[in-house]
């Protein structure tokens, strides 16, 4: 199996290259070798590298960003994944789309599962939204893969920062009405090892299972790590940024559960992944 990876250098590439199984190839560049957003160097890489399967996990990820410079976040998620979609189509690769639970607006009072109505409140859920509808469009054989709120041990993420604040600062501030799946990128990486096993296309939620508030994620990972720093809960309204997150974007696994497979609750991928990055850590 031969599998090119956009995105090769953030938290979903890396962990799908650690955790290949056997027998499987993965060729995995960043930006700087495989910039989406130029098509006609896209497809060469493609006609070289002649993949089964294209797993896109490269994007503009950075949700304020994408609100201050909505040019920016479009070209590389909606157009970016247009060619990406049409690369894979004329090439005969399934294509496997990263997308979020960014989608949704966030006030439903249940998890969202794979079918609900898509009605994203800031650029970045626009922008990958539109990225969901080029792949459908363009790729048949196709899986999207919705996810939230990933980490891994190294990454620009919310793991990484709140123990990077916890050494700079005694108390914290940290907003307790937004919800989510914390989702630890290795155990997604493996869901999405099993899923391409089967040609079962379509639209999936692959998460940890469970679901945490911003406060309620960073207690626990404070508890883990055996770092005392007073966490105090405050509403988003106090917490100024340029991208409004949806209050609950909590998503279900319904449709990869029917196949059989689920990830492991957020409290036991964490530890897994605070006890990986401490063995990683120098002496
Ligand atoms: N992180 C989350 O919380 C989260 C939540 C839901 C969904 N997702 C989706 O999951 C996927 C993977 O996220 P992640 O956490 O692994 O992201 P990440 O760590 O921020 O990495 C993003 C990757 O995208 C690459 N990239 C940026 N611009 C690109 C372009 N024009 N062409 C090709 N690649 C480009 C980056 O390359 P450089 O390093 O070279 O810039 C980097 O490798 C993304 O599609 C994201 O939308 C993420």
Partial sequence: MRILVTGGTGQVGRALQRL?????????????????????AFIRLVADEQPDVIVHAGAMTDV???????????????????????????FGAALVYLSTNYVFDGEAAEPYHEFAERRPINVYGRSK????EAVRAIAPRHYIVRT??????TGRNFVNTMLRAAAE???????????????????????????????AY???HLVNEGS????????????????????????????????????????ANTAAAALGITLPPWQDALARCLARRAALQPA
């Fill in 212 to 251: 945490a508030s911003w406060y309620e994620w960073a207690t626990e990972i404070f508890r883990l790590a055996e770092i005392e720093t007073r966490v105090e809960p405050i509403p988003a309204a106090e917490w100024h940024r340029a991208a409004r997150p949806p209050a609950n974007g909590v998503l």
């Fill in 64 to 90: 304020d960003g994408c609100e201050r410079d909505p040019e920016r976040a479009f070209r590389i998620n909606a157009t970016g994944t247009q060619h990406v979609a049409a690369a894979a189509q004329q």
């Fill in 129 to 132: 939204l539109a990225g969901e």
């Fill in 148 to 153: 939230a709120m990933v980490y891994d041990e």
């Fill in 20 to 40: 290949a199984p056997p027998g499987y190839s993965i060729v995995a560049p960043g930006s700087d070798r495989c910039d989406v957003t130029d098509f006609d």
């Fill in 169 to 199: 600062r005694p108390s914290l501030t940290v907003v307790a009405d937004q919800r989510g799946n914390p989702t630890y990128a290795g155990d997604l990486a493996a869901g999405i090892y099993r899923l391409i096993e089967q040609p």
């Fill in 202 to 204: 379509g639209t999936y």
